[in-house]
């Protein structure tokens, strides 16, 4: 069947009876030639307003749709990495290769600069020291640090204290402190993620993500160091 040619008079009254469609589309106004009414002496044509409104209304979608993907893939890779992390900390053979993936694989994975892990001194239950990867704190410094009644605390700055971070304190300014409670009695704990740019932690900033892995810090403690029964 031969295709008849279309007719501007065929695009007019398609276009009468559909009036919003360049609304619906406002992608193909860039590509139009609007001509400018002479409506007379004061009288503003409102044509040239309304799409001027489309045509910046069409690039704060785009601008605001790029972002959304932007934040999605970030979220996406953060994701992957948590995962990962997880699965290395899941993995390993003993205390000793639990702690050592935690503060070697863990911080590259997470673009961190240290994780320490902190337990409060106790007769019960000792936790090995694991060549002073394990850091001791006296009773009490848990609650000191976090409060009675706070299970993180995000630090934006001024986070390098020694006697969480130890020798790398000295590099440490932004960090996100997590209670660890592994046990039912002593000892309770704490893991400190730290990283060397300030205000890479922050208050206001969700701490979803930050919790999970420190539950499964958490796991893996008590996985290793909780008695067969």
Not at 77 to 100: K, M
Not at 105 to 111: R, S, T, Y
Not at 222 to 229: C, G
Request: proline share 6%; with cysteine.
């Amino acid at each position: 069947m031969e295709k008849t040619a279309l007719r501007a008079d065929d695009v007019a009254a398609y276009l009468a009876e559909h009036p919003d469609f360049f609304a619906n589309r406002p992608d193909l106004l860039d590509s139009l030639d609007m001509p400018v009414r002479e409506l007379g002496s004061g009288i503003a044509d409102m044509q040239q307003y309304v799409v001027t409104r489309l045509r910046d209304e069409r690039e704060k979608l785009r601008g605001a749709t790029s972002e959304l993907i932007n934040i999605s893939k970030s979220n996406l890779e953060t994701q992957s990495r948590i995962h990962r992390a997880v699965l290395a900390l899941l993995n390993a053979r003993g205390f000793d290769v639990f702690v050592e993936a935690l503060q070697d694989l863990v911080p590259e994975l997470l673009d961190l600069d240290a994780i320490a892990l902190c337990f409060e001194e106790s007769e019960d239950a000792p936790v090995p020291r694991c060549g002073g990867r394990v850091r001791r704190l006296t009773a009490g410094a848990v609650d000191q640090v976090l409060g009675e009644e706070n299970d993180v605390w995000l630090l934006p700055d001024n986070a390098g204290d020694e006697a969480i971070f130890g020798p790398q304190a000295d590099n440490i300014r932004s960090a996100a402190i997590v209670r660890v409670a592994p046990f039912y009695g002593d000892p309770v704990g704490l893991v400190a993620f730290g990283v060397a740019e300030p205000d890479y932690f922050s208050p206001a900033q969700a701490h979803d993500l930050i919790m999970f892995l420190a539950s499964v810090i958490e796991f893996g403690v008590r996985r290793w160091l909780t008695p067969a029964q």
